[in-house]
């Protein structure tokens, strides 16, 4: 301070950006969350988007943590080393939003030196990176409700992918060793859609016998599952027991970025990319296609048609998403139900 004159300040640090152009979330553009994020540990994780930022601005009081501004595979971090603060967010003119801390009024008395320290990280969501930088700070990987699961299974994918050297083939070995898992499971509900198979012509024909009759259909219909010992949902449900660790996974590929950049082989040299040539999202409907004709079953016209569509419809959503994404529902539709 000048000699002779205290002065105030009270120092502040901001991170301000604009959303990216892959901002917006669709089905054909599935990336993940972009906004301000804060965590500490008392409150732990939190995160808001740009709207939220403007609309309903975060004004907390805070000891410790940080704040930060996250996209799908980088961010920009703040740790303030000051102590108490203020975190904020703010809407700017042309579409731009900040998040930053501002620390307790500070007086400099003459002939004195205040400093005010802050460690940035900037750069890419790696795991490792981020746990070593601050706690907490993993959390802005957006695995999304199911992190519980997902995290175990990036360990695991990731320690595969430094034994065979190639990410394409860890997700191929990781989705075949997460069936095997599911084994006896999926062979419960194999085993139930076959006795529903064999029955199903009956129901047919209960179904145009009894077509005019709802409650007497019901009695018929149970009377023939008890008669044949059939669970008509024991198809269903060991499937429905794994639909968490797929999606788990399917949000893993996504959202790794040490799946950027990363090669398969051949054509396919950016795993976190789209097939430029489309030959795996054709190789997996085609495979889909070719699992109806094997598994052939009595069905009424408009499931028939239905079934026939899901191939196509498939596809066409695939085709968009990441090469590793599509290996991984190849390799769940294909290596795994042989």
């Given at each position: 301070a000048p000699a002779g004159t205290a002065q105030s300040a009270r120092p502040y640090t901001e991170i301000v950006r604009s959303p990216g152009a892959d901002a917006g979330r669709s089905i054909f553009n599935p990336v993940s969350f972009q906004g301000g994020a804060i965590y500490t540990q008392a409150d732990k994780f939190d995160k808001f988007g740009f709207d939220d930022m403007g609309k309903k601005p975060?004004?907390?009081?805070?000891?410790?943590?940080?704040?930060?501004?996250?996209?799908?595979?980088?961010?920009?971090?703040?740790?303030?080393?000051?102590?108490?603060?203020?975190?904020?967010?703010?809407?700017?003119?042309?579409?731009?939003?900040?998040?930053?801390?501002?620390?307790?009024?500070?007086?400099?008395?003459?002939?004195q030196q205040v400093a005010y320290a802050n460690?940035?990280?900037?750069?890419?969501k790696e795991?490792?990176?981020?746990?070593?930088?601050?706690?907490?700070?993993?959390?802005?990987?957006?695995?999304?409700?199911?992190?519980?699961?997902?995290?175990?299974?990036?360990?695991?994918?990731?320690?595969?992918?430094?034994?065979?050297?190639?990410?394409?083939?860890?997700?191929?070995?990781?989705?075949?060793?997460?069936?095997?898992?599911?084994?006896?499971?999926?062979?419960?509900s194999y085993r139930s859609m076959a006795q529903l198979r064999n029955v199903q012509p009956r129901m047919l024909e209960l179904r145009e016998?009894?077509?005019?009759?709802?409650?007497?259909?019901?009695?018929?219909?149970m009377e023939l599952y008890r008669n044949e010992k059939v669970n008509p949902l024991g198809g269903c449900l060991p499937i429905v027991v794994q639909i968490p660790v797929f999606i788990a996974l399917y949000w893993v590929l996504l959202e790794s970025v040490e799946l950027r950049h990363a090669p398969f082989f051949g054509w396919i040299q950016d795993l976190s990319s789209k097939d430029p040539y489309f030959v795996l999202p054709i190789l997996m409907g085609a495979s889909m296609v070719i699992q109806q004709r094997m598994t052939p079953m009595s069905m009424e016209p408009i499931q028939q048609r239905m079934m026939m569509a899901l191939p196509v419809v498939f596809t066409v959503f695939f085709a968009f998403f990441p090469a590793g994404l599509v290996l991984y529902w190849l390799g769940h539709q294909h290596v795994v139900d042989q």
């Open positions: 975060l004004d907390r009081a805070v000891t410790d943590g940080w704040v930060a501004q996250s996209e799908h595979y980088f961010v920009a971090a703040l740790m303030p080393q000051d102590g108490r603060r203020r975190c904020h967010t703010r809407a700017l003119p042309d579409n731009r939003y900040a998040i930053g801390c501002v620390a307790d009024t500070v007086i400099v008395a003459p002939g460690t940035l990280y900037l750069g890419p795991h490792d990176r981020l746990a070593a930088a601050a706690p907490g700070l993993g959390l802005t990987v957006d695995f999304g409700m199911l992190t519980v699961i997902a995290q175990p299974l990036f360990w695991l994918l990731r320690h595969i992918e430094q034994l065979v050297g190639n990410w394409g083939l860890a997700i191929i070995l990781l989705t075949a060793l997460i069936k095997l898992a599911f084994y006896r499971l999926s062979a419960t016998r009894y077509k005019d009759d709802r409650e007497k259909l019901n009695e018929k219909m």
